[in-house]
C-alpha cells in the first residue's frame, strides 16, 4: 500500500526566498507523481505532474523532481511571493487515475 | 483548462438527514470520477471511484450504503451521504480527467459539511 509523507509539515519564510518542499513515497511503482496547491476551504489546483519516465517538471518559479529509486520529490519554489501562501500536497499516481496523498507542507510567506 | 464545477460549497444539516453533493465537468466528459475525504489537517483520503452507468467501487473501510454514489450522465456524478452524523463532518471534493487534457487531473472546489 502506498504511503505518502511531506516534510516538513509547515514552513514560513520570509518573502523572495527560495524554498523546497519535500514529498516521499513507499512504492516506487507509482504511475506518475503530482503537486497541488490548496487554499484554506477551496479545491486542489494541479501544478506539476511529472510521469514515472520522466526526473522533473517545470512551470514558471516551479520545479518538480521525481527519483523513483529513493522514492522521493521536490518542490522547488524560486523567489517566493505571499501569493504562494497555501497548502502543497503531493500525490502519488497509480494506475487507474488513484492518488494517494500526503499530508501537505503549509507554507507562508512573510511580505 | 478542464472545469469540474461541485456544489455546495458548504452545507449544515441536522443528523440523521441525508446530504446530496453533485460534482459536474463542464467541459469534457468524464466516464469516471473520483470522491475524497479530508478530516481537518488531515490528508485527502480516497473514497470511492465514480463510475458512469455502472456501480461505484468504494476504497476499504468506506460504507457504500452510507455514501450513495450515482453517476448517471458522463457529465454529473452525486454523492449522497445518508442519515448524516456529526462523525460524517467533513471536507468532500471530487476529481476528474479529462480524456483530451494529458493525465492532469482536476478538482472541484470541494464542499464542507457540518453535521450537527
Known amino acids: 500500500k502506498q504511503e505518502v509523507t511531506q516534510i516538513p509539515a509547515a514552513l514560513s519564510v520570509p518573502e523572495g526566498e527560495n524554498l523546497v518542499l519535500n514529498c516521499s513515497f513507499t512504492d516506487s511503482a507509482i504511475y506518475n507523481l503530482q503537486w497541488f496547491r490548496q487554499d484554506p476551504g477551496k479545491g486542489l489546483t494541479s501544478l506539476l505532474l511529472?510521469?514515472?519516465?520522466?526526473r522533473e517538471q517545470t512551470s514558471g518559479r516551479l520545479n518538480a523532481s521525481l527519483d523513483k529509486s529513493s522514492g522521493r520529490s521536490t518542490l522547488y519554489i524560486a523567489a517566493s511571493q505571499p501569493g504562494d501562501s497555501a497548502t502543497y500536497l503531493c500525490?502519488?499516481?497509480?494506475?487507474?487515475?488513484?492518488?494517494?496523498f500526503g499530508t501537505g507542507t503549509r507554507l507562508a510567506v512573510r511580505p | 483548462g478542464a472545469v469540474v464545477s461541485q456544489h455546495p460549497s458548504w452545507v449544515i444539516c441536522k443528523s440523521g438527514t441525508s446530504v446530496k453533493i453533485e460534482c459536474r465537468s463542464l467541459d469534457f466528459q468524464a466516464t469516471t470520477m473520483f470522491w475524497y475525504r479530508q478530516f481537518p489537517k488531515q490528508s485527502l483520503m480516497l473514497m470511492a471511484t465514480?463510475?458512469?452507468?455502472?456501480?461505484?467501487?468504494?476504497e476499504q473501510g468506506v460504507e457504500k450504503d452510507k455514501f450513495l454514489i450515482n453517476h448517471a450522465s458522463l457529465t454529473l456524478s452525486t454523492l449522497t451521504v445518508t442519515s448524516a452524523h456529526p462523525e460524517d463532518s467533513s471536507f468532500y471534493i471530487c476529481?476528474?480527467?479529462?480524456?483530451?487534457?494529458?493525465?492532469?487531473?482536476?478538482f472541484g472546489s470541494g464542499t464542507q459539511l457540518s453535521v450537527l
Open positions: 500525490a502519488g499516481g497509480s494506475s487507474g487515475d488513484k492518488l494517494t
Open positions: 511529472i510521469q514515472s519516465s520522466q
Open positions: 465514480s463510475n458512469e452507468g455502472s456501480k461505484a467501487t468504494y
Open positions: 476529481s476528474a480527467r479529462d480524456p483530451q487534457g494529458g493525465e492532469k487531473l482536476f
